[in-house]
């Protein structure tokens, strides 16, 4: 992360703790940062010079007017204004940063070969809780290459305890016996 998406990332924060908007900006933002990716045109026309600061700002009343918290929307006008348009979407991904480490939340993510129930992803956050202390969020991606078993990610690391691993396990220790 950029200095400048940190910089613009803190006073979104603070701004958001001081209204108690926290949960909203963040929601907000990430229905945002969803539009953006979606639509590289969007991001081009932010970040293009031929276009007037004014007409890009006109744009954004017209899009997200109405929709959005009018602090959020004055903080991608203020963006803007300041030609600094390019790092919205990774400050707003600073911001969610910002927000889970102040509500003490972790993301944390199950690969699986199959997807998981709903009683195991519960009973897979209960247990990482427990461990780590924090509210987990936890999201279950599919790969078919994971055969079985999880592969964890979180807090900077993983584990893999997937039945791929230990295949790859066994291999290396069956090349070694061999020698």
């Not at 509500?103 to 247990?127: C, D, G, H, W």
Request: with cysteine; hydrophobic share 40%; aromatic share 6%.
């Amino acid at each position: 992360m950029s200095n400048l998406s940190s910089a613009y990332a803190d006073a979104l924060f603070e701004i958001a703790l001081e209204e108690n908007l926290t949960e909203e900006i963040l929601t907000q933002s990430a229905v945002i940062t969803q539009a953006v990716k979606e639509n590289a045109d969007f991001a081009k026309f932010l970040s293009a010079p031929m276009i007037t600061k004014e007409e890009k700002t006109e744009f954004v009343d017209k899009v997200f007017g109405n929709g959005i918290n009018k602090n959020l929307l004055n903080f991608i006008k203020v963006m803007i204004q300041r030609k600094d348009a390019e790092v919205l979407v990774e400050s707003f991904a600073q911001y969610e940063k910002l927000y889970n480490k102040h509500f003490n939340i972790e993301k944390a993510v199950a690969v699986t070969a199959v997807p998981m129930s709903r009683e195991l992803q519960a009973k897979l956050t209960e247990k990482l809780e427990k461990v780590t202390g924090k509210k987990i969020v936890l999201t279950n991606k599919v790969d078919e290459k994971c055969l079985g078993g999880v592969i964890l990610q979180f807090s900077d690391m993983q584990i893999n305890d997937s039945i791929a691993q230990k295949l790859e396990t066994l291999k290396n220790q069956l090349k070694n016996i061999n020698r």
